[in-house]
């Protein structure tokens, strides 16, 4: 009975702190949190009902994965990545959704394609279309993405958009940014019709690399750590 009982205990914390890093995790990735801003667990914990614990291995969980920064002065504080680490992150997308669109080529059916252009129909800025351009970005690359069918480096890709997604969504707000449209897709959607997986990739690349200039004009990000 006692056994029994500690494990429904232990299960009901992992409960808690899963809860605890999906609403933080949310929260980044919708910009609630902005680079730089602090986290503090007691006001976490109060938002979702929780004890401190579980919001605390959330928060070293997400520091892990580089979503946020630990330090003894400061506490924690949303990531807020320096121009070494966005280049990083950047060249790192390339070349593994390069080789994911390559794999996933010869997998792409006609019904693929068709989903691909809607999401591109929803990231134009129509009044009567509200949709969350970022959201849908994303949407766009893991689709194409997953048809390569390796679970391992879908993980790796998924991973570095959620590290760059809280900045990609305060810079799709802007006025002036011009990397990212829908002209910029369709020149890829084209290639990735055309079928040749070698080309294929070769534009992946440059479709990602080609965004960073942009945003690393758009967004104030520090040079050194």
Not at 54 to 72: D, H, M, N, S
Not at 136 to 149: G, I, M, P, Q, T
Not at 156 to 171: A, C, D, G, K, N
Request: aromatic share 4%.
């Amino acid at each position: 009975m006692t056994t029994l009982n500690c494990y429904k205990a232990d299960a009901s914390l992992v409960a808690a702190h899963d809860e605890a890093y999906g609403y933080i995790l949310g929260a980044l990735r919708s910009g609630k949190y902005r680079a730089g801003e602090r986290l503090v667990a007691d006001n976490i914990a109060t938002e979702i009902g929780t004890s401190r614990m579980p919001v605390r291995e959330a928060l070293r969980r997400l520091a892990a994965e580089g979503l946020v920064t630990i330090k003894a002065n400061r506490g924690v504080t949303a990531a807020a990545p320096n121009v070494q680490e966005m280049n990083e992150v950047f060249e790192m997308r390339a070349v593994l959704e390069g080789l994911a669109v390559r794999m996933a080529v010869p997998h792409l059916t006609a019904d693929d394609l068709r989903h691909l252009e809607q999401l591109l129909e929803a990231m134009e800025p129509h009044p009567e279309n509200q949709a969350d351009w970022t959201t849908v970005h994303r949407n766009f690359h893991e689709l194409l993405c997953a048809k390569s069918e390796a679970p391992r480096l879908l993980r790796q890709i998924s991973s570095l958009h959620t590290v760059v997604e809280p900045h990609m969504r305060r810079w799709a707000s802007m006025d002036n940014r011009h990397v990212g449209t829908r002209e910029h897709h369709d020149r890829l959607l084209q290639v990735i019709r055309d079928g040749d997986p070698l080309a294929c990739e070769l534009a992946m690349r440059k479709h990602v690399l080609d965004t960073l200039p942009d945003l690393m004009q758009a967004l104030p990000l520090a040079h050194g750590p």
